[in-house]
């Protein structure tokens, strides 16, 4: 896809792996739209965009909510046009053991506060904002790509039932979506990211990260622009659908 004039929608692109695919499909011409919660965020976002002679627009969006994403999304396509592409890239995090337990007494277990919150965001997320992406590429008679953002988290790890299993479903659904949205022109992608340099991994101590980047093959965490290649890849391969890029320093071999 050609992405000069196109409306891109971006979920948690104010900031972190969302505002580096907005830099870098911004930089190759794209309109972009940016979906997150905080306004001021957002708003900074756009600004530093516009600073670099990139068009966006900001949008407060709840994905984990029905409604605030129609309305998003309607909103978009009053501003801007219809979209003709989107990456489902917002997510949270709620880590905790499944059971935590010692000499046979459980201390502690996941809630499903825990397990729900990160359900709705990081999957019925996804599907909400796919489905009215999908609808709107359709409804404008347009190719379309949609790039769901997974995890190498999706083949399972430790402490995290509710975040491996919602990315594991992403890719399900990539895989689904390719084969059911291809008679209407749409493609679909997933990028599974390994340990990347953000404000998340930023917040870990020192020791931690060492002993991370100690296990990646190129020892090294990874960058948001590497992640933001493998979404623009997506987009500019014409023959790339329903797959999924791991972006991971070879950590998952």
Same mark, same amino acid.
């Given at each position: 896809?050609?992405? *000069?004039?196109?409306?891109?929608?971006?979920?948690?692109?104010?900031?972190?792996?969302?505002?580096?695919? =907005?830099?870098?499909?911004?930089?190759?011409?794209?309109?972009?739209?940016?979906?997150?919660?905080?306004?001021? %965020?957002?708003?900074?976002?756009?600004?530093?965009?516009?600073?670099?002679?990139?068009?966006?627009? +900001?949008?407060?969006? $709840?994905?984990?909510? !029905?409604?605030?994403?129609?309305?998003?999304?309607?909103?978009?396509?009053?501003?801007?046009?219809?979209?003709?592409?989107?990456? &489902? &890239? +917002?997510?949270?995090?709620?880590?905790?053991?499944?059971?935590?337990?010692?000499?046979? !007494?459980? #201390? @502690?277990?996941?809630?499903?506060?825990?397990?729900?919150?990160?359900?709705?965001?990081?999957?019925?997320?996804?599907?909400?904002?796919?489905?009215?992406?999908?609808? @709107?590429?359709?409804?404008?008679? %347009?190719?379309?790509?949609?790039?769901?953002?997974?995890?190498?988290?999706?083949?399972?790890?430790?402490? @995290?039932? &509710?975040?491996? =299993? #919602?990315?594991?479903?992403?890719? +399900?659904?990539?895989?689904?979506?390719?084969?059911?949205? =291809?008679?209407?022109?749409?493609? *679909?992608?997933?990028?599974?990211?390994?340990?990347?340099?953000?404000?998340? *991994?930023?917040?870990?101590?020192?020791?931690?990260?060492?002993?991370?980047?100690? &296990?990646?093959?190129?020892?090294?965490?990874?960058?948001?622009?590497?992640?933001? @290649? +493998?979404? =623009?890849?997506?987009?500019? $391969?014409?023959?790339?659908?329903?797959?999924?890029?791991?972006?991971?320093?070879?950590?998952?071999?």
């Amino acid at each position: 896809m050609e992405l *000069t004039n196109k409306v891109i929608a971006i979920t948690g692109g104010a900031r972190g792996l969302g505002f580096a695919m =907005a830099e870098r499909l911004g930089g190759q011409g794209a309109r972009l739209a940016l979906l997150d919660m905080s306004g001021e %965020q957002l708003d900074q976002a756009v600004s530093q965009l516009h600073d670099s002679g990139i068009e966006a627009q +900001a949008f407060i969006v $709840n994905v984990a909510d !029905e409604a605030s994403v129609k309305q998003g999304f309607d909103d978009i396509a009053s501003r801007m046009g219809p979209i003709s592409g989107l990456v &489902n &890239n +917002a997510g949270i995090t709620r880590d905790a053991l499944l059971v935590k337990a010692k000499e046979g !007494e459980v #201390a @502690q277990r996941m809630s499903l506060k825990e397990w729900q919150e990160v359900m709705d965001v990081n999957l019925t997320g996804v599907f909400l904002c796919g489905r009215e992406g999908a609808t @709107q590429m359709i409804e404008a008679k %347009q190719e379309g790509v949609i790039v769901n953002i997974s995890s190498i988290s999706r083949a399972g790890n430790m402490g @995290q039932s &509710n975040y491996s =299993a #919602a990315k594991a479903g992403i890719a +399900a659904l990539t895989v689904t979506w390719a084969r059911e949205l =291809a008679r209407h022109g749409i493609r *679909t992608g997933t990028v599974a990211p390994g340990f990347i340099a953000t404000e998340m *991994t930023s917040a870990m101590r020192p020791d931690m990260l060492e002993r991370i980047a100690s &296990n990646v093959p190129l020892k090294r965490l990874g960058e948001p622009d590497n992640i933001a @290649q +493998a979404v =623009a890849f997506i987009f500019a $391969n014409d023959y790339f659908t329903g797959r999924t890029i791991e972006c991971d320093g070879g950590l998952r071999l």
